[in-house]
């Protein structure tokens, strides 16, 4: 049984958020430029002695699916996917694809510095079932001609079938890339259906991105958002169409989607604001991870909070912060609901 939030909602509000629920048109096949909502990104659990622990790996689907997202993206950097080795990562996303069912688009991380590496997985992952992959930069790309050249080479492995989307996270590949030279990459591999946004600061590279690949002048893409959610409420009014991250209360990623695209951008952002303290608190580079696991296994989504070694523990002091930040939480959503019981919490 998964632990529940105090949330409550009128029939009102509820038939919004139901109707924006699950937002993509793609589903439950693959993405495209039209896919919107909240593609959560999601942990791999392991035992406490490091093997993957794959009935986890059920409860930890069935909890996404229960919350309403619209996609689930696995084996991202908070994935840890560079701690497993080729063929965990094959077997972790069919079978993450096998308990999806179908259900909605699962888009599978396959970036990794070995190109056969990548095309291979890319393959065994559509094969399976995925409804996409996301490609990041290899590190070590310098320039944006080594960029494109880059992924010149990766489309032209890949093929034309297979939708990608482009993951822009300079803080964690090193590698950045400029609207006007990611505009060219558009425009020369009609498979580049996605944009998952995470640089920091980038609202203005977002909202150039979005005017450019509206549909009108060039075709459109979707945008989605990372970096945890932090600036979620200002990267919808910058035109994105949801969230590609992670976070351990997914319902808030999804409700303040479907209420921002339900035309009430300040309910959205009233409901992202009673969450922020832990969306701020998960962000701690090293140890963000491990208190996202903590949560969901607090949640029953997971039966441990192990994070593969090398990786960090919560000691006791982390534990007993944790537990205030949750209760305060849990405090606020429920004074909301009593207050605005037709405003989702």
């Known amino acids: 049984m998964f632990w529940k939030s105090g949330s409550r909602f009128s029939e009102k509000s509820m038939s919004e958020i139901e109707k924006s629920k699950n937002m993509s048109p793609s589903m439950p096949g693959r993405i495209g430029p039209d896919s ?7 942990v791999t659990p392991f035992t406490d002695a490091g093997d ?12 996404y699916l229960d919350k309403g997202v619209s996609g689930v993206t696995i084996l991202g950097m908070m994935g840890e996917a560079q701690k497993l080795s080729d063929t965990e990562s094959a077997a972790f996303a069919k079978y ?6 179908g259900r909605v688009p699962v888009v599978v991380g396959v970036s990794h510095a070995g190109t056969d590496n990548l095309v291979r997985l890319s393959k065994a992952a ?16 310098k320039t944006e001609v080594q960029v494109r050249d880059y992924f010149a080479a990766i489309f032209k492995r890949l093929g034309p079938d297979i939708p990608v989307c482009f993951q822009d996270y300079p803080l964690g590949t090193g590698v950045n890339i400029s609207v006007p030279a990611f505009l060219q990459m558009v425009d020369e591999h009609p498979s580049l259906v996605m944009f998952k946004h995470e640089d ?8 150039q991105v979005r005017r450019a690949c509206d549909g009108s002048e060039r075709r459109r893409i979707s945008i989605l ?14 035109g994105a169409d949801g969230a590609m991250t992670g976070f351990a209360y997914p319902e808030m990623l999804v409700q303040v989607c479907a209420t921002f695209f339900a035309g009430r951008p300040d309910d959205a952002e009233d409901i992202f ?13 090293g140890v963000g991870l491990a208190i996202r696991k903590e949560i969901l296994r607090r949640r029953g989504a997971i039966a441990s909070a192990a994070v593969r070694a090398p990786g960090p523990r919560l000691d006791r002091d982390d534990i007993e912060e944790l537990d205030r930040l949750m209760h305060r939480m849990e ?3 429920a004074e909301a609901a009593a207050r605005s019981p037709g405003i989702a919490a």
């Open 225 to 238: 958002c990372g970096n945890g959610g932090l600036y979620l409420p200002q990267e919808l009014h910058r």
């Open 126 to 141: 559509m094969d399976a079932g995925a409804g996409g992959v996301m490609v990041a930069p290899a590190a070590g790309l």
């Open 52 to 63: 993957v622990d794959w009935p986890s790996v059920d409860s930890l689907v069935e909890l």
């Open 96 to 101: 993450v694809i096998d308990r999806v069912a």
């Open 331 to 333: 405090r606020r959503l």
């Open 36 to 42: 919107r909502g909240v593609f959560i990104i999601a």
């Open 200 to 207: 920091w600061p980038g609202l203005r590279k977002l909202q």
């Open 273 to 285: 604001d009673r969450y922020l303290p832990l969306v701020r608190h998960e962000q701690q580079i």
